[in-house]
């Protein structure tokens, strides 16, 4: 016991313990969950043994460490660490990170087999959060990296029989089903799929099917219509077995084969809904990039969308990337210390902590309208209109109703030789664009629960619960939604992209 203290900085945490001298690998650290992990595991574990990170190399970077020290060293999220123990990030990266350079999506991760086998006996855990988040890409590009790729962990485990697997999976798994969506292996909503008597969905044939699918639009199209069919098919798919886009579709999928696959051996599938800007760590309101909910809060504030499908009774799932961060971290040290079996969390807010579309629209919009000025590359002016959400049926009738009468007129203006484009008609079709690819989740017809992941806490500690903390009971969505959601949006995602594009042919050179 005391030597455990010692190692453990003479605290009483479970997690630290667990992972006191262990290795972990992570990929899709170039994403936002995954940087966010990392971050955590370094500032708050300092025993950890190593931390291995596959990063597949680009054009510009041919190898993951340059890959790494160019574009994910660089990054705002460990701004905490370079300013609170700058010589402690400095010997980690020099002394406990280490980088294969690979392919998730190819077999062996594209490493000779006794690479691929060394890397499988120096590791005791992979956090695979590597995925293709994109709603309606290509089929075949989601199944390959969503489905298919986790072969290549499955076969990780096979060469190290001790591995704990962690798979970052999505609570949209669920699909079209609705009501109480618990901690379990989800059934299809529409197209039948057999299912084994040990409770995973036999997906091999279907798989095929798809292959095939995908072979005859690729023998059919090129180019651009190619891409375009490979879309459509997706989505025709997805809907198919009950899912309302490829991204989705693809996941439950993946937590298929690996259920199969890891059968009798550690492996945790963590399912966040809908992951947002940080609430605590590494800085309140850290994100990069745009998500889901922030593409539509971006149109409505250039003015651009003023009507959105939805239903504000309906409890729109969202999470801070931080307590997702901590919940796999949780869930690493659970498969490294408790009896082999398979898990499944969910991390989420929509049971303990709900908030309603109509709510998160009204924080949001006073917000606006109270404090615009705060936000400078959010809000260009003071919105004047108000963000409604109707049903979609009336949504649906709306847009034709308006579009076409807007459509004539453009018509007519060309045929006079103007070529102006009308900017009501163009804002028009960014509303349907984002409503074909985000509608589904503003209109929610179920409630995502996570007694286990709770449960897991409790089991942890005390300690445990305030170094990694998991439940959304803790999120004042008044405070999150307008003080620091906006904030950090405003920040860190869209001052970093203003960043990247300097106006000017000045800040170009200061950028430069």
Not at 140 to 149: E, M, Q, R
């Amino acid at each position: 016991m005391a030597k455990q203290q010692k190692r453990t900085g003479g605290t009483s945490s479970k997690v630290l313990a667990q992972l006191s001298g262990k290795h972990v690998l992570i990929t899709g650290t170039t994403g936002f969950l995954g940087k966010v992990v990392l971050e955590k595991l370094i500032r708050a574990v300092p025993d950890i043994g190593g931390v291995h990170l596959l990063i597949r190399g680009n054009a510009r970077r041919n190898d993951a460490r340059c890959r790494f020290l160019e574009e994910i060293a660089t990054s705002s999220v460990f701004d905490r660490l370079r300013q609170e123990r700058g010589k402690v990030l400095e010997t980690f990266l020099e002394d406990r990170l280490h980088f294969t350079t690979g392919e998730v999506t190819q077999p062996l991760f594209g490493l000779q087999p006794d690479a691929f086998r060394k890397l499988a006996g120096s590791i005791d855990a992979v956090i695979n959060s590597a995925a293709s988040v994109n709603f309606r890409e290509e089929l075949d590009k989601a199944l390959s990296i969503n489905t298919l790729s986790l072969e290549n962990i499955a076969e990780l485990a096979r060469l190290n029989p001790a591995l704990a697997v962690v798979q970052v999976s999505t609570c949209y798994v669920n699909g079209m089903n609705s009501g109480q969506i618990t901690e379990s292996v989800i059934k299809p909503a529409g197209e039948e799929i057999p299912r084994s008597s040990s409770g995973y969905y036999e997906i091999d044939e279907l798989v095929r099917l798809l292959n095939d699918s995908i072979a005859d639009v690729r023998s059919r199209y090129s180019d651009k219509a190619l891409e375009r069919k490979l879309v459509d098919l997706g989505i025709r798919e997805a809907n198919r077995y009950g899912w309302s886009d490829t991204y989705t579709f693809t996941k439950w999928l993946g937590e298929q084969l690996l259920i199969k696959a890891l059968e009798g051996r550690a492996l945790t599938i963590v399912r966040p809904s809908i992951i947002e800007s940080a609430l605590e760590e590494p800085a309140p309101g850290w994100i990069e990039g745009v998500k889901v909910a922030d593409a539509i809060i971006l149109a409505y504030a250039r003015g651009k969308v003023t009507v959105f499908p939805g239903k504000r009774s309906g409890v729109i799932d969202v999470i801070p990337v931080d307590l997702v961060a901590n919940s796999i971290i949780l869930a690493v040290a659970e498969a490294l210390g408790e009896p082999v079996r398979q898990r499944i969390y969910q991390c989420c807010s929509g049971s303990s902590n709900p908030v309603t579309l109509g709510e998160f629209i009204d924080h949001l919009m006073e917000e606006a309208k109270s404090n615009y000025a705060e936000y400078d590359l959010l809000f260009s002016r003071q919105p004047v209109k108000p963000f409604i959400a109707v049903n979609r049926t009336l949504f649906d009738a709306m847009v034709s109703g308006v579009r076409f009468p807007l459509s004539l007129a453009r018509r007519t203006m060309r045929m006079l030789g103007q070529n102006h484009e009308l900017k009501m008609l163009r804002n028009l079709d960014t509303t349907r664009a984002l409503a074909t690819i985000f509608g589904f989740y503003t209109a929610p017809d179920y409630i995502f629960h996570n007694d286990e992941l709770l449960a897991l806490a409790s089991r942890m500690g005390k300690e445990d619960k305030v170094l990694f903390p998991v439940d959304a009971r803790k999120i004042d969505w008044a405070v999150y939604l307008r003080k620091i959601h906006l904030a950090g949006l405003n920040r860190y995602a869209l001052k970093a992209k203003n960043k990247l594009r300097p106006r000017s042919s000045r800040a170009r050179k200061q950028a430069a």
